[in-house]
């Protein structure tokens, strides 16, 4: 079973459009992460959403987490080419002891935009 | 800075075999994790460290084995490899108090 899942799990679109993509959780996280990856490298961080309701803004890219942190979700404006990538959603928790910030990850969103 | 480096890239193994995935960070950072990667499958963690000498399971460890002698290497061995293990892997780490993971470029294994 999926922690986190994401939706869609592959968007392919032209050059201009908007975009959201979804994360999504029975589980109440303490901070979810949204990451980019692109092919034959690792994962890098976008942005890091820790209070519910919190919504971050990126150049065109919107972030939001959920009032009750089980959910978030990534808006693109105006999606262009270079945004194509792998978008990985990733909750952790700190509390009750635990330091370690365990991430785990949704299956991930592959974008393809066209020009 | 590096940040984190994995060697090698690319390797190529045959059933039964035994490799030593290596990884290193220069950013002093106590945490360090293993993942990996199968195609739609997102990240699945095979073993962590909280720093030298303190390393625990993640949620996929079978066949895997780590050790932590230093701050900054995080070596993950592979005994005896199965095709099952053919995957991507990353190394990670982060420094305690901080939310961000920073990978390691990956090392693509295939096992045959």
């Known amino acids: 079973t999926q922690l986190l899942e994401q939706s869609p799990q592959f968007l392919s679109i032209q050059e201009g459009e908007n975009l959201t993509v979804y994360c999504n959780s029975s589980?109440?996280?303490?901070?979810l992460q949204w990451y980019r990856q692109e092919p034959g490298e690792g994962p890098v961080l976008l942005v890091t959403v820790v209070t519910g309701g919190e919504v971050k803004k990126l150049k065109r890219l919107t972030f939001q987490f959920g009032d009750a942190r089980k959910d978030s979700s990534l808006h693109i404006t105006a999606a262009q080419p270079g945004d194509t990538g792998l978008y990985l959603c990733a909750g952790a928790w700190y509390g009750r002891g635990s330091t370690l910030g365990r991430l785990y990850f949704g299956r991930g969103t592959q974008l393809t935009v066209w020009p | 800075n590096a940040g984190v480096t994995q060697t090698p890239k690319f390797r190529i193994l045959k059933i039964g075999q035994s490799m030593t995935l290596q990884c290193t960070q220069d950013m002093n950072h106590n945490y360090m994790y293993w993942y990996r990667q199968d195609p739609g499958m997102g990240l699945k963690l095979i073993y962590y460290s909280v720093g030298a000498g303190i390393t625990d399971k993640g949620e996929v460890p079978n066949g895997y084995n780590v050790s932590r002698s230093t701050t900054e290497d995080f070596p993950l061995r592979l005994e005896l490899a199965a095709p099952s293990q053919t995957s991507v892997y990353f190394c990670a780490s982060r420094l305690e108090g901080a939310y961000e993971q920073y990978f390691g470029p990956g090392t693509r294994l295939t096992v045959t």
């Open positions: 589980s109440v996280f303490s901070s």
